[in-house]
């Protein structure tokens, strides 16, 4: 009598999910955070600009 063999489960090399917020992150490029020294240099640009602005219109003649 022949022996009754149960069929085997089929091997299936299924991958894990992958994480759908990987692949937009890989995309991403790190870029500078706004910092203090942005408006730093603002401001220092600024008072420049002043004192090139006066000295051309009140030059020092002084010795």
Do not use: W, Y
Request: proline share 14%.
């Amino acid at each position: 009598m022949p022996q009754f063999t149960s069929p085997r489960p089929m091997q299936l090399n299924l991958r894990k999910p992958r994480n759908p917020l990987v692949a937009p992150a890989l995309k991403r490029t790190a870029g500078r955070h706004a910092s203090p020294h942005d408006a730093r240099a603002q401001r220092q640009q600024a008072r420049l600009d002043l004192r090139r602005l006066l000295r051309e219109r009140f030059p020092d003649d002084s010795p």
